[in-house]
């Protein structure tokens, strides 16, 4: 299950890359900006911005009614059959997911082959989390590597040993955030423990494989976290580069298309003073190759 594919990523790995965003997700982090990747299961985004109320869609299915005039989606009776998707001249309505076969995602993406190869770039697996589905990852992965294409998995790493072991062979980069070191901030900010993230860092650091480490930085959230993970990162030998990520709340508008309440309406996105004075921070513990997002 597949909620997009998009060419010419230049912040997932090296190069120009195409990521390949895999559906499912263990994790619930608050400030999660692909919320359609949460569930593995196909819905519909319906977006009342965009609607005009044209009435198009009228008729055609029990989600789509008009009262006094106005268009009203009634997200429940949704089977998503897809005909809105394709009426609507407004693009109002998106169905994220599509069950793709792993000779089908490998097409798509090798499309580009000639740009991301000239630019030392390749495909990146994302989500969701994409190891939720390692077997697919594999495939696809295989597929790719018989084109000598650089594959970078970006996992959350709460997945098991023996998921990693699966992959590792066809992985050049693996790229990890860690979003807290304390247990306690990062159960509040995800809703699952960190001992097993962790523990997979460090045995994909023991294996020398490269990595790139992310510090998703959210106020009022996990801010007081930088130099503990500054402290967990500089004992690692094989991270290339710590990027520091700043929160924003572009993802707002997307939450409500799903019908999902914002969790973080009040908190504001930190400045750019404020990202230099964390990036300064986790230098001094140490880190000397952090640099912002």
Not at 35 to 63: H, Q, R, V, W
Not at 154 to 167: A, N, P, Q, R
Not at 192 to 215: A, C, F, G
Request: charged content about 25%; some cysteine; overall charge negative.
């Amino acid at each position: 299950m597949i909620f997009a594919i998009k060419p010419f990523e230049i912040h997932d790995g090296d190069g120009i890359r195409t990521t390949v965003f895999f559906k499912g997700c263990p994790l619930r982090c608050k400030w999660c900006h692909n919320p359609e990747s949460l569930s593995f299961e196909k819905e519909i985004l319906f977006d009342n911005e965009l609607c005009t109320s044209c009435l198009s869609c009228i008729g055609i299915c029990n989600a789509n009614i008009a009262k006094d005039g106005k268009h009203i989606f009634i997200k429940e009776n949704c089977t998503l059959c897809g005909k809105c998707e394709a009426l609507c001249p407004n693009n109002a309505f998106d169905i994220s997911g599509k069950e793709m076969s792993a000779e089908e995602i490998a097409d798509a993406v090798l499309k580009d082959e000639i740009f991301m190869k000239g630019s030392g770039g390749g495909v990146t697996f994302s989500g969701g989390e994409p190891l939720m589905q390692v077997d697919l990852c594999i495939e696809t992965a295989r597929i790719l590597k018989k084109h000598g294409i650089n594959i970078a998995v970006d996992t959350s790493g709460f997945v098991k040993k023996e998921t990693l072991d699966k992959i590792i062979p066809y992985t050049d980069t693996f790229l990890f955030d860690i979003k807290a070191i304390d247990d306690d901030v990062h159960i509040k900010c995800t809703g699952v423990s960190n001992n097993q993230i962790l523990e997979n860092i460090k045995y994909i650091d023991s294996l020398s494989i490269p990595m790139e480490i992310r510090y998703p930085y959210i106020p009022a959230m996990n801010e007081g976290e930088a130099e503990k993970i500054a402290e967990f990162v500089k004992n690692l030998k094989s991270v290339k580069v710590m990027r520091i990520l700043p929160y924003h709340n572009y993802a707002e508008r997307k939450y409500n298309t799903l019908g999902l309440n914002y969790p973080l309406p009040h908190i504001v996105p930190p400045t750019k003073e404020e990202i230099s004075g964390v990036i300064e921070k986790i230098k001094h513990s140490g880190v000397k190759n952090a640099i912002p997002y």
